[in-house]
């Protein structure tokens, strides 16, 4: 989940988004990964740690990610197979976006960053209309 995570945050530095953007991003990620990962049986306090929400913010943050590269020439406006070719190993945020999103649907999780990269990737959702519509969502507690 986490890749799927960097994943949208390589989309925002690809549109041009700054660092209120990935903190809100990182924020309401961990959120998803939480509320999903304790529906399946998880410790909520283990997303929480270095091995949840350290890893990340690094994997979020990082120029050396994969999936947060592949995002971004997403991002650029590059097409999926462009994107693949270019960073040329395993994106593992684009192989999971499709469980994460049917597991969202399966266990009734809102997971609406999810929602919109699967969106992106499968129904050329444009990445800024994706980020509008994350961002102009009615408040919630996160």
């Given at each position: 989940?986490?890749?799927?995570?960097?994943?949208?945050?390589?989309?925002?530095?690809?549109?041009?988004?700054?660092?209120?953007?990935?903190?809100?991003?990182?924020?309401?990620?961990?959120?998803?990964?939480?509320?999903?990962?304790?529906?399946?049986?998880?410790?909520?306090?283990?997303?929480?740690?270095?091995?949840?929400?350290?890893?990340?913010?690094?994997?979020?943050?990082?120029?050396?990610?994969?999936?947060?590269?592949?995002?971004?020439?997403?991002?650029?406006?590059?097409s999926l197979e462009e994107t693949k070719k270019e960073v040329g190993m395993v994106i593992e945020s684009i192989d999971n976006i499709e469980?994460?999103?049917?597991?969202?649907?399966?266990?009734?999780?809102?997971?609406?960053?999810?929602?919109?990269?699967y969106k992106v990737i499968y129904e050329n959702l444009n990445p800024k209309e994706a980020v509008k519509k994350l961002m102009t969502r009615?408040?919630?507690?996160?």
């Open positions: 989940m986490k890749n799927i995570i960097a994943f949208c945050a390589g989309v925002s530095a690809g549109i041009g988004l700054g660092d209120n953007t990935f903190a809100a991003l990182i924020t309401r990620g961990l959120n998803e990964i939480t509320r999903l990962g304790v529906t399946l049986g998880g410790n909520k306090d283990t997303f929480y740690g270095l091995s949840g929400l350290g890893d990340l913010i690094v994997t979020c943050l990082s120029e050396h990610s994969r999936n947060r590269r592949a995002g971004k020439l997403i991002g650029q406006g590059k469980v994460a999103y049917e597991l969202s649907k399966i266990h009734n999780v809102e997971m609406p960053i999810v929602e919109m990269v009615d408040k919630k507690s996160e």
